[in-house]
């Protein structure tokens, strides 16, 4: 009799426990959906780098090269940097593509790059070549100009410039001279530059000489010639040396690709001032 309630005990255990045996291979609910990852790094970008200096109106570098604020451009996509003190910049993260720059400071002109391809997925960064930017001309700027036909074949021009309270000469080479056909002759309207060959006097007047067969394929007899100018810091100080010796001209000026004109952010030009044109 004992055996037998014994044997009845544990079928109804083992019923107990079987009823609680865990099912397995059953899916439960899905839970809610967590947040986004970050997006991935595309392996086709890379940085582009580059320098920009700013120099004043008597062609001294500035001691510091910050704030210069430069523009990446391609489409519709425009990303600003801000240079440091040493007037380096960058762009991380950037697709392979051609791009546009814009370098800008205030008082000192715009100065634009176009066309700088860029190769990315590489460890090597892409380079911009070296931009300058120089300051308008303030106390350095043409006063007045006067215009003189030579002999029927040359034309003098002579630029006053009022630096005796400055103690400066400007440097022969560093105005600029354009002629045109109309009114309003100026950096997208000339057919011909000149920026060589001012002699100086010691008053503050400078004088070039140019002969008129150098235009006389854009002009004809009796034609109206108009000329302006301006002090151009082409040659510039390199470091804190008092010796022109560095060639700016590449670094500061750029071709408009619409236009083809040489265009010169830090000219300021003096009112126009008519020749007539002869044989």
């Not at 391809?117 to 911009?128: K, L």
């Not at 309003?184 to 008129?212: A, E, R």
């Not at 022109?244 to 300021?268: H, K, M, Q």
């Amino acid at each position: 009799m004992i055996r037998m309630k014994k044997f009845l005990i544990l079928i109804i255990l083992y019923s107990l426990l079987g009823g609680c045996k865990k099912e397995v291979g059953v899916q439960g609910p899905a839970g809610p959906a967590g947040p986004a990852g970050a997006a991935g790094m595309n392996k086709d970008t890379g940085t582009i780098i580059g320098t920009a200096y700013l120099y004043n109106e008597f062609s001294f570098k500035l001691a510091s090269q910050s704030g210069i604020t430069v523009t990446l451009i391609s489409g519709t996509t425009q990303l600003t940097a801000m240079t440091n003190d040493s007037g380096q910049y960058l762009f991380h993260g950037i697709p392979t593509g051609t791009y546009n720059l814009t370098y800008a400071f205030a008082a000192f002109g715009t100065v634009n790059r176009y066309g700088i391809s860029h190769f990315g997925g590489g460890a090597i960064p892409t380079e911009v070549p070296e931009v300058d930017l120089v300051q308008i001309p303030v106390k350095t700027a043409i006063d007045s100009m006067s215009v003189v036909e030579l002999y029927g074949a040359y034309i003098e021009v002579t630029i006053k410039l009022d630096t005796s309270s400055l103690q400066y000469v400007q440097y022969y080479q560093n105005f600029l001279l354009l002629v045109g056909k109309s009114s309003v002759v100026g950096p997208t309207n000339y057919v011909k530059s000149y920026s060589q060959l001012f002699t100086p006097d010691g008053f503050g007047n400078y004088t070039m000489v140019f002969q008129q067969s150098d235009v006389a394929s854009f002009f004809n007899p009796g034609d109206t010639m108009y000329i302006t100018a301006s002090t151009y810091n082409r040659y510039i100080h390199p470091n804190s040396s008092p010796i022109w010796n560095t060639d700016d001209a590449a670094n500061e000026s750029y071709v408009d690709p619409l236009t083809g004109y040489v265009i010169f952010p830090s000219a300021r030009f003096s009112p126009t001032l008519e020749a007539v044109y002869s044989y």
